[in-house]
């Protein structure tokens, strides 16, 4: 009887111990199956698959982060892109600025003219984005039609503010936040800088555009304001029309402002009309008349680079070059 019952216990004993194995081997193959969720995190999806909704002046726009594709219509922010590491696809190659060229490189799509885009190349390229600005705006809807189009332009208005949005959006979208952070902290450093020097100058400003034997003046708030309402040059004359084209003035009218720094911007020298080779601003601008200025007697007549000015502007490589060269020239 003894040996039975031994056998009896010992039988049941094993049927336990099988039954606990395969419990545990069942919870180890559950355990298992769960362990993405308890051990790691699930793969988030790419960045580039991210949407984003850009605000501008000319609407709201959908676009995917770090388009692949980019089309730029505007010199500024093809500078911006260019300081920030990012490849552009397509550029209006005709009368880039000097510091722009290598963007004539055939490697690069040329999608017409900042005035008139190549529809045909556009659609062929489907960009992932356009940006554009002031002198492509008419065409806004139509590109919007081929793919997101975001506006750039500067507000005159507010240089600097307008400025630091429109690169606020270059950082979002292509994931360049800290970068945009760092670049603009040396440019308001630059700004401060220049600020100081007016203050201390007490020096008038005048600004004026010469092109084909006419002269225009910029006043605050206008094409050039930036160097009133940023830069801290008190104005000649806060009167001056604001508009696009300046207000149409003669020398006469710079003798009696009498500025104490005469800034000039060039457009012949970056805009060649019927090909021919403009004569330099200074021959029409250091005559009789300008000779009884302050600004001519203490050798501050600045001519400023009109590919920055002119051509350009609003971006990471043009605004520094612009700030520097009106420090330079107030000294």
């Known amino acids: 009887m003894n040996k039975k019952l031994s056998l009896l216990v010992m039988s049941l004993f094993l049927v336990f111990v099988l039954a606990a194995c395969g419990a545990n081997k069942g919870n180890t193959a559950g355990n298992a199956g769960n362990a993405p969720e308890t051990s790691a995190p699930a793969a988030e999806a790419p960045a580039e698959n991210e949407e984003l909704s850009i605000t501008h002046q000319l609407g709201t726009t959908t676009l995917r982060k770090n388009p692949g594709t980019i089309a730029v219509f505007d010199y500024g922010t093809l500078e911006s892109l260019d300081k ?108 401060k800088a220049i600020n100081d020097q007016a203050a201390a100058s007490e020096g008038k400003g005048l600004v004026i555009l010469t092109t084909g034997g006419k002269v225009s003046a910029y006043g605050p708030g206008s094409r050039f304001g930036i160097i009133h309402d940023e830069f801290g040059i008190a104005p000649a004359d806060d009167t001056i029309e604001v508009s696009t084209h300046g207000q149409s003035i003669s020398f006469e009218f710079v003798a009696e402002k009498n500025p104490d720094y005469l800034f000039v911007i060039d457009r012949d020298a970056v805009v060649s009309e019927g090909g021919q080779e403009a004569e330099p601003a200074s021959k029409l601008v250091e005559n009789d008349l300008v000779k009884k200025t302050n600004a001519y007697k203490n050798g501050k007549i600045i001519y400023l680079d009109a590919s920055y000015w002119y051509l350009s502007g609003g971006g990471l490589i043009s605004v520094p070059e612009m700030a520097k060269e009106v420090q330079e020239g107030i000294k």
């Open 84 to 191: 920030l590491g990012v490849e552009v696809t397509g550029v209006p190659q005709s009368n880039l600025p000097p510091h722009l060229k290598k963007y004539e490189d055939s490697k690069y799509t040329n999608v017409g003219t900042l005035k008139e885009p190549d529809f045909e190349k556009l659609n062929a390229m489907k960009p992932g984005v356009i940006f554009i600005s002031g002198r492509t705006a008419e065409a806004y809807d139509e590109l919007s039609q081929i793919a997101p189009t975001v506006y750039l332009g500067i507000d005159n208005a507010k240089y600097l503010e307008s400025m630091k949005e429109n690169l606020d959006i270059l950082g979002q979208i292509f994931g360049k936040e800290a970068e945009v952070g760092q670049e603009w902290g040396a440019i308001e450093d630059s700004v």
